[in-house]
């Protein structure tokens, strides 16, 4: 890497003296600019590409088998409240909600008042509005944890993480290590 950096300032220096002439900047200067520059950029690249961030897979692989639970669930025992399916599927809330969105946006669960079951979604409207106001927090902020989330969409916890599951089942997010939401 020194070596390859070594070259690099060197390229830059001998084809920057034209610019060297119009800016009036000494050489040492351009070293010192282009070193600054490179650190950075060498800085930058590993924390995007090196960071071992939960992976938009990892995701998937979490929520799609909450849903997976939930799914056979409710097929095999039919419309059940929220809690009996927490206490059937053995899911904490969270994964449940994240498990539900999942199933809402494969059109797959409906909820009556407060009993959920397996038919063509009647979700779609709540969580995928939920959804594409949470993407667009993401794309304005660029990453945010659950409680930013919370505050910027003036949703509660589970209505976020349901939207939360259906950004992750059409494959549009992804987690960092410090349980961040970033876009794909």
């Given at each position: 890497?020194?070596?390859?950096?070594?070259?690099?300032?060197?390229?830059?220096?001998?084809?920057?003296?034209?610019?060297?002439?119009?800016?009036?900047?000494?050489?040492?200067?351009?070293q010192i600019l282009l070193a600054?520059?490179?650190?950075?950029?060498?800085?930058?690249?590993?924390?995007?590409?090196?960071?071992?961030?939960?992976?938009v897979r990892d995701i998937k692989?979490?929520?799609?088998?909450?849903?997976?639970?939930?799914?056979?669930?409710?097929?095999?025992?039919?419309?059940?409240?929220?809690?009996?399916?927490?206490?059937?599927?053995?899911?904490n809330e969270t994964d449940l909600?994240?498990?539900?969105?999942?199933?809402?946006?494969?059109?797959?669960?409906?909820?009556?008042?407060?009993?959920?079951?397996?038919?063509?979604?009647?979700?779609?409207?709540?969580?995928?509005?939920?959804?594409?106001?949470?993407?667009?927090?993401?794309?304005?902020?660029?990453?945010?944890?659950?409680?930013?989330?919370?505050?910027?969409?003036?949703?509660?916890?589970?209505?976020?993480?349901?939207?939360?599951?259906?950004?992750?089942?059409?494959?549009?997010?992804?987690?960092?290590?410090?349980?961040?939401?970033?876009?794909?």
């Open positions: 890497m020194i070596i390859q950096k070594h070259y690099f300032f060197q390229f830059c220096i001998k084809k920057s003296k034209i610019l060297l002439q119009i800016l009036q900047i000494d050489i040492i200067s351009l600054l520059f490179l650190d950075r950029l060498i800085l930058y690249y590993y924390i995007h590409f090196n960071s071992g961030g939960t992976s692989s979490k929520f799609g088998n909450s849903a997976g639970k939930i799914w056979q669930v409710l097929n095999e025992k039919g419309c059940l409240k929220k809690d009996d399916l927490i206490q059937t599927t053995s899911l909600h994240t498990g539900i969105g999942w199933l809402a946006r494969e059109n797959k669960i409906s909820r009556l008042q407060d009993c959920y079951q397996l038919e063509n979604t009647n979700l779609e409207s709540e969580i995928g509005t939920h959804a594409g106001r949470i993407w667009k927090i993401l794309d304005i902020w660029g990453e945010a944890d659950i409680e930013t989330i919370k505050r910027l969409s003036d949703l509660d916890k589970n209505q976020v993480h349901s939207a939360i599951g259906w950004l992750a089942k059409e494959d549009k997010i992804k987690l960092d290590k410090k349980n961040r939401f970033n876009l794909k």
